[in-house]
């Protein structure tokens, strides 16, 4: 994947190319309910209690392993355990990003950067419900899955960013060493840190949130339009 002295970008999402987070609209929950029930053929109430149930347990701690507690809560509804199940619930109760948020400005831009410079665009984000399958999905809505060769999410690997094991399957599905790879990331803690332990040049996306008084990032920028300069002084080194 390219032949300077970087071939790969490892994307964050949330924080980075959206905003981190959105709110649960009466009718974003509904949809939720209502799509989960047809999902597993509940009515609304015993759909509600287990959208309820699960939310709950994910916002006492936010980095559980939702598939866990969406298993023991289909059992107490008398399903049978089972990994397709668990995940089609999981599916159902993620909303489309499309449908929430909107995009920052130039985050389609950078990703068709990203291509147009022969680099590999691995999508690595940490979510509560959202795995490869449903980003992909949601980068079509957005017209970007065409600039996106990899998706990883904590969901997918079983484990979160700043856990090194995920940044290790990101290396492996790119086929890549980590000197060759740049992270952008909003995330001190989850981003530029592990990245750069492991060997990897970090870019800090500071949008929501004022520039931070120190970053270990080789660059900070507060818009994603000033991402793709910095890649191409980076590729050029």
């Known amino acids: 994947m390219g ?8 994307v964050d999402v949330g924080g980075t190319l959206v ?3 959105f709110a649960r609209t009466p009718e974003l929950q509904e949809r939720r309910v209502v799509t989960l029930g047809q999902v597993l053929h509940l009515d609304r109430r015993a759909a509600g209690r287990i959208v309820e149930t699960v939310d709950g347990e994910l916002d006492a701690a936010p ?3 939702v598939d866990d507690i969406l298993g023991r809560a289909l059992a107490a509804h008398g399903f049978e355990h089972g990994a397709a199940l668990v995940r089609s619930a999981r599916q159902a109760l993620c909303v489309p990003l499309a449908e929430a948020l909107s995009p920052f400005d130039h985050a389609g ?3 068709s950067t990203v291509k147009e410079m ?3 665009c691995v999508i690595l984000s940490n979510t509560a419900f959202r795995d490869a399958e449903l980003y992909q999905r949601d980068f079509q809505a957005f017209g970007w899955d065409g600039w996106v060769d990899r998706y990883l999410t904590s969901v997918d690997a079983g484990c979160c960013k700043p856990d090194e094991r995920i940044f290790h399957q990101a290396l492996e599905m790119a086929g890549t060493r980590p000197d060759r790879v740049v992270m952008i990331g909003n995330s001190e803690l989850a981003d530029i840190e592990p990245a750069l332990r492991l060997g990897m040049r970090a870019i800090r996306v500071a949008i929501e949130e004022p520039p931070p008084m120190a970053t270990a990032a080789g660059a900070c920028v507060t818009g994603l339009e000033q991402v793709p300069e910095v890649l191409q002084v980076w590729d050029r080194a």
Do not use: R
């Not at 032949?3 to 490892?10: E, L, M, P, R, W």
């Open 3 to 10: 032949g300077g002295a970087i071939d790969t970008v490892f």
């Open 118 to 120: 022969g680099l590999g």
């Open 63 to 65: 980095e559980a392993i």
């Open 109 to 111: 831009e950078l990703l």
């Open 19 to 21: 905003p981190n987070a």
